[in-house]
């Protein structure tokens, strides 16, 4: 019913900067949450950073170096992490809890198919 689809990965080296974009689109009333999660290899998934109606939160190594942002109109989450460190390198996923219709109060949780963040030393 609802699909997110993530973009902006890739291989940058220490240091640099990267912009992650997730869009999500199919049967939306609204969307109370947003959030990037990531996963390194052997680790547990864990939070970056959330964004509700006005409120960023982010995970202590995160914080000081990203920015969450929300595009309302379009259904967008948008990550922009700077200071990129080796330990950074994971797939990031993108997390979304939707209210599928106005009689409908529940809300249900996606996940997107995640995009790679390499970060070289």
């Known amino acids: 019913q609802v699909q997110l689809v993530e973009s902006g990965g890739g291989l940058v080296q220490t240091g640099g900067s990267l912009r992650l974009s997730c869009a999500a689109s199919?049967?939306?009333?609204?969307?109370?949450?947003m959030a990037w999660y990531r996963q390194a290899p052997g680790q547990q998934r864990e939070l970056v950073a959330s964004?509700?109606?006005?409120?960023?939160t982010y995970a202590d190594s995160m914080k000081g170096r990203t920015t969450i942002s929300r595009d309302n109109a379009k259904n967008t989450v948008i990550l922009q992490m700077n200071s990129l460190k080796p330990e950074d390198t994971a797939v990031y996923y993108c997390?979304?809890?939707?209210?599928?219709?106005?009689?409908?109060?529940?809300?249900?949780?996606?996940w997107g198919q995640g995009t790679q963040v390499i970060v070289s030393s």
């Open positions: 997390n979304a809890e939707i209210q599928h219709s106005s009689w409908e109060a529940r809300m249900n949780n996606y």
């Open positions: 199919g049967s939306i009333f609204r969307i109370h949450s």
């Open positions: 964004i509700t109606i006005g409120i960023a």
